[in-house]
């Protein structure tokens, strides 16, 4: 998932003194399609949505679909991504999260499927924190070198009842020696809105290692809105 981050609550559910799951589907629209300070969409908007199921024990697991453009000759318009894994809090409040997650291009000319496997972690402690690392372990292109390695970082603070503010930093370290590392910064504002759903004003700058004409380090500010249904 790109929108949104992969994040699943996975709360005690008992149905007639037996364990239950949850599925839960969600829907969401963007002036711009930011992925790891990267535009997805040329710069242009794209809807999602997507489908989650978690279980109590831990276990969750879901796809979600975007449209794309990625500016070039390529006849791919979607992403769909399919994911899954563990989740859970302990008693001292740490939270974890491990899985995986393919991202599909359907349509799309040159070989751009890839998968990765993730780790996260998290902690409230004044500000909610979270941290984590994504590893890519296979490419549809077998010439392309696998073992890019996303960094991340962030932290949010509720300044307001319904008014969040957070902040991420990002890391992205390719394998390939051709490619440019860049490291991204992203500002976000959010404001719950209830049964009508939450919106985001977003800013985000991301800087590359050498001259990368596609991550020039302009400034992307961008309008998201997201709706979860239980």
Known sequence: ???TK??????????????????SANI?????????GVTQTDDDAAVSGGVDFA??????AG???SNVD???DDDTTAEVDFYGGFANTLDMGLG???????YYYPGAKDDLDFAEIYANLSYTWVLDFSAGVNYTVDKEDDDADTNDVYYHGGASYEIAPTWTIGGTVGYYDFDDDDASDYTHY???????????GDFTLSVSVADAQSGDDSIDGDALVFVSWAKTFD
């Open 1 to 3: 998932m790109k929108l």
């Open 6 to 23: 992969i994040a699943i609550a996975v709360g005690a559910l008992i149905v007639s003194g037996t364990a239950a799951a949850e599925f």
């Open 28 to 36: 969401g629209a963007t002036s711009n399609y930011v992925w790891r």
């Open 55 to 60: 279980h109590e024990a831990g276990f969750y």
């Open 63 to 65: 796809t979600w679909a």
């Open 70 to 72: 990625f500016g070039t």
């Open 96 to 102: 974890y999260d491990v899985g995986a997650i393919y």
């Open 186 to 196: 992203k500002l976000d504002i959010g404001k719950s809105a209830g049964d009508f």
